[in-house]
């Protein structure tokens, strides 16, 4: 009974345009998995799925995410959650504007922050798709932005994120080179062009001198392999046997 009824109350909520409020009411029923009763795991389980459904419903990604990577077996429903269509107004928009496939920017951003709008990094990363202030700055100064949005507003991060993409999608050829970029920064991925621009692909990025990157790389390029094929499209446009290609002038930061 008390689940219920804290469940219909985030219902309400997330009803009334409280989203926030009803994502907190929810947050506070997710039990550690560490700490639910012996011999209790399909009841944890089931509380989760129920949690992760009206979540899903009110249209939070974090909640479903969590609970399919940590609580469910393989499914229909984790394979759903697992990656999740998270603040589809600001990227379907944003992304199209920039020219972004909207299923690169959802991999980024689940790899970047799990879909949590306020992580923060130790290299003072923040938000869902991991801004430093330096580069949204710099971001905001180029895009003819305001300054000071706030990084942990998920509005203002997911566009500045994607917007960023976009840049170093105009600098660089490939999308692995573009993602090498992101992570590791356009310095970088621009010396490991031109140093290797006779690879395949495939071989540059396994050549990657920082393993973070090289396994960042694969790991958002499965991702938008996954969301491509959940939204029935075809595998992403990438030819692992094509040379890569030198960068072009553009963003440097």
């Not at 009803?15 to 009411?25: I, N, T």
């Not at 209790?40 to 989760?48: F, I, L, S, T």
């Not at 995410?65 to 269509?85: E, F, I, N, T």
Request: aromatic share 6%; net charge positive.
């Amino acid at each position: 009974p008390a689940l219920a009824a804290a469940l219909s109350r985030a219902l309400d909520l997330c009803g009334a345009g409280l989203v926030d409020e009803a994502v907190s009411v929810l947050r506070g029923l997710l039990r550690p998995p560490s700490r639910s009763p012996p011999g209790n795991g399909v009841d944890d389980r089931d509380r989760a799925s129920l949690v992760a459904e009206v979540a899903a419903a009110c249209g939070d990604p974090e909640i479903p995410y969590r609970v399919a990577r940590d609580r469910l077996p393989p499914g229909v429903r984790s394979r759903r959650w697992a990656h999740p269509d998270a603040h589809p107004e600001v990227v379907r928009a944003v992304a199209g504007a920039v020219a972004v496939d909207p299923a690169l920017a959802l991999a980024v951003m689940r790899r970047e922050s799990a879909f949590v709008a306020s992580a923060r990094s130790a290299a003072a990363a923040e938000g869902l798709l991991q801004l430093r202030p330096e580069t949204s700055r710099r971001l905001s100064a180029v895009l003819g932005n305001s300054p000071g949005a706030s990084l942990a507003a998920a509005g203002s991060n997911v566009s500045l994120g994607i917007a960023y993409l976009g840049l170093l999608a105009d600098r660089f050829p490939s999308p692995a080179q573009v993602l090498a970029a992101y992570n590791a920064g356009p310095a970088a991925a621009e010396k490991w062009s031109r140093a290797r621009a006779s690879l395949p692909l495939d071989v540059w990025v396994e050549e990657i001198p920082y393993r973070e990157t090289r396994g960042y790389v694969r790991s958002v390029i499965a991702d938008w392999a996954r969301y491509r094929e959940l939204s029935g499209r075809p595998p992403p446009p990438i030819d692992p046997t094509e040379t890569v290609g030198l960068s072009a002038p553009g963003v440097a930061f």
